[in-house]
Every structure is written in C-alpha cells, then in structure tokens.
C-alpha cells in the first residue's frame, strides 16, 4: 500500500497569510495526487485533483503542485473560510489512500 | 449540478447488516466510477470501496474484504454498498464520491454499530 505523509498536521496562521500544506508518498504516484477540504460537521470537498487541477468554483489562491512522491497545497492570502481540515489522497493505484489531514486554525 | 444522496445508515448491532445506497443524478453515472468513503467519529478519511463505470472491476479495502460488497445499477443511476457482519470499529460516516478521484462527494450516512 501508499502510504500518504502528511505535514503539518497543524498550523496556526493570520488572514492574509500564504500556507503550504505538504504531502509525501511512499512510492510514485505520478499525478494521481487529489486534495480536499474539510469543514466540522460536513462532507469533505474536491478542491484539486491530476496534482494541479482546481475544482470548478474553488478559488484562485489555492494551487497545487509537485510530482512523484512530493506534492503541496498552497493557499495565498487566507481567508476565513479557509479554516478547515485538509487531505491529500493518492489515487493511482488501490488501495486509494489519505494524508492524515491538515487543520488550519486562526491564530 | 451533480448530486449524490446517501440513505441507509442507521443503528445495527455487531453481527448485523445494513445496505447504503447512493443516488446520483446531474451527471452521466454510467460513464463514471462510483467510490465510496468512511470517516470515524474525530478520525481521518479511510477509503471503502470503487466501482468501475460498468461493474466490470470492484475494489475493496482489505478492512471490509468478505464482509462488504459494492454493486451498481446505472439503469437507476444508484451505487450501493451491502455491509456484513458489522463491528464496532465500522461505525462511522460513509460518504459516496464520483470517481476515483472523489470529484464531487455526498452529504454521507451514519452507521452506528453498537449493542
């Protein structure tokens, strides 16, 4: 199985701030690398996939990137709706596996 | 506007079975390979089970392996997920997804397995 590396599994940050949320996996996945978004008490929601791909409607100040076995999540000029969990998945080969999450609080 | 609608969660005791279904509707189900997803109660997401767009290969996870079955019936445009012999560690919210890449998720189902 891939495991998916996660860091970190917290971060404290101000509104307006740039954050990077870093994935590792174990073995290569290429681009098959998905993040989403996870706010208490609902569903979590696609915001990347294929690496790099923003979901229709997600917002310009996020991006990802990388390839392989590195991948980031970067949120530019955070807003308060971007507290929440984040997780990275792989999905090039099953069993699909997660990051443990990243939760961004406000500072 | 894609839309998944979970139904079927509920209490069941260890040992039981429950069947969750999936309705989707706004996109072409039977072009698309359905996943289904689970989060215990203040713990991560864990992946269940996907199915190919035409049920020609299933995958599941090796937790629920002889225990789950994942189906679909794209006449219906509906994905189910028939669990067995239910434990504790089971409970959980179960969400279903569109694609392997979860692209669109549901609001999820609880299932409590508990005496």
């Known amino acids: 199985d891939i495991q998916m590396t996660q860091s970190p599994s917290s971060l404290s940050a101000s509104l307006g701030d740039r954050v990077t949320i870093t994935c590792r996996a174990s073995q290569g996945v290429a681009n098959y690398l998905a993040w989403f978004q996870q706010k208490p008490g609902s569903a979590p929601k696609s915001l990347i996939s294929a690496t790099s791909t923003l979901q229709s409607g997600v917002p310009s100040r996020f991006s990802g990137s990388g390839s392989g076995t590195e991948f980031s999540l970067t949120i530019s000029n955070l807003q308060t709706e971007d507290f929440a969990t984040y997780y990275c998945q792989q999905y090039h080969s099953y069993p699909l596996t997660y990051g443990g999450g990243t939760r961004v609080d406000l500072k | 506007e894609v839309q998944l609608l979970e139904s079927g969660g509920g209490l069941v005791q260890p040992g039981g079975s429950l069947r969750l279904s999936c309705a989707a509707s706004?996109?072409?189900?039977?072009?698309?390979?359905m996943t289904w997803v689970r989060q215990a109660p203040g713990k991560g997401l864990e992946w269940v089970s996907t199915i190919k767009s035409g049920a020609e290969k299933t995958y599941l996870a090796d937790s629920v392996k002889g225990r789950f079955s994942v189906s679909r019936d794209n006449s219906k445009n509906i994905v189910y997920l028939d669990m067995n012999s239910l434990r504790a560690d089971d409970t959980a919210m179960y969400y279903c997804?569109?694609?392997?890449?979860?692209?669109?998720w549901g609001q999820g189902t609880l299932v409590t397995v508990s005496s």
């Open positions: 997804a569109v694609g392997s890449d979860e692209s669109t």
């Open positions: 706004g996109f072409t189900f039977s072009s698309q390979a």
